[in-house]
T-cell receptor
Framework: GESVGLHLPTLSVQEGDNSIINCAYS??????FIWYKQESGKGPQFIID?????DKRQGQRVTVLLNKTVKHLSLQIAATQPGDSAVYFC?????????????FGGGTRLMVKP | DAGVTQSPTHLIKTRGQHVTLRCSPI?????VSWYQQVLGQGPQFIFQ???????GRGNFPDRFSARQFPNYSSELNVNALLLGDSALYLC??????????FGPGTRLTVL
């Protein structure tokens, strides 16, 4: 498949370890955030979301933490598996009076070593 | 159920040509958004359509246009192609103005 990002920051972890991917956002008015996973040759896939009235949300093997004070998000993946290898993006979902748009961060490539 | 579908998968054009990309949303979804993803970067918002009306437009030149049809499918048109338009063009659909589900994208190469 075709790479989605050749010059992205890369996080390399051993299979079974926990992974932490970080993201900074810019709009202090943003109130809804989403993490996406993008595998080579595919579109972004929803992983987990969080609203600004929360600071932590857990899913299956994934946890998102939100620190509004410093405008920082993190995605924690427990017991990382080879299938987790992909590029991960955080996105702010911004609503206006007409619609909504996603503003994506630059992405982090996660490589899982067997 | 079928997810978001896009056509074509790949496309090669030359500078100055125009291109039309197509998107079919998930059945029942009424909103379609278009994003451009340049290699090595995150997707950038181009347009959003809901109930056939434009609801948002990103910072793209007028060479980019789009429309949504009565069956909620959508086309993205780009005129006077430039080398810098080479990218993966992603379509996302949502029921209302909520969680967006992405298609596999169309890879456009401009020579």
């Amino acid at each position: 498949g075709e790479s989605v990002g050749l010059h992205l920051p890369t996080l390399s972890v051993q299979e079974g370890d926990n992974s932490i991917i970080n993201c900074a956002y810019s709009n202090s008015a943003s109130d809804y955030f989403i993490w996406y996973k993008q595998e080579s040759g595919k579109g972004p896939q929803f992983i987990i979301d969080i609203r600004s009235n929360m600071d932590k949300r857990q899913g299956q093997r994934v946890t998102v933490l939100l620190n509004k004070t410093v405008k920082h998000l993190s995605l924690q993946i427990a017991a990382t598996q080879p299938g987790d290898s992909a590029v991960y993006f955080c996105a702010e979902n911004n609503y206006n009076n007409a619609g909504n748009m996603l503003t994506f961060g630059g992405g982090t490539r996660l490589m899982v070593k067997p | 159920d079928a997810g978001v579908t896009q056509s074509p998968t790949h496309l090669i054009k030359t500078r100055g040509q125009h291109v039309t990309l197509r998107c079919s949303p998930i059945s029942g979804h009424k909103s379609v958004s278009w994003y451009q993803q340049v290699l090595g970067q995150g997707p950038q918002f181009i347009f959003q359509y809901y109930e056939k009306e434009e609801r948002g437009r990103g910072n793209f030149p007028d060479r980019f246009s789009a429309r949504q049809f009565p069956n909620y499918s959508s086309e993205l048109n780009v005129n006077a192609l430039l080398l810098g338009d080479s990218a993966l063009y992603l379509c996302a659909s949502s029921y209302g103005l909520s969680e967006q589900f992405f298609g596999p994208g169309t890879r456009l190469t401009v020579l």
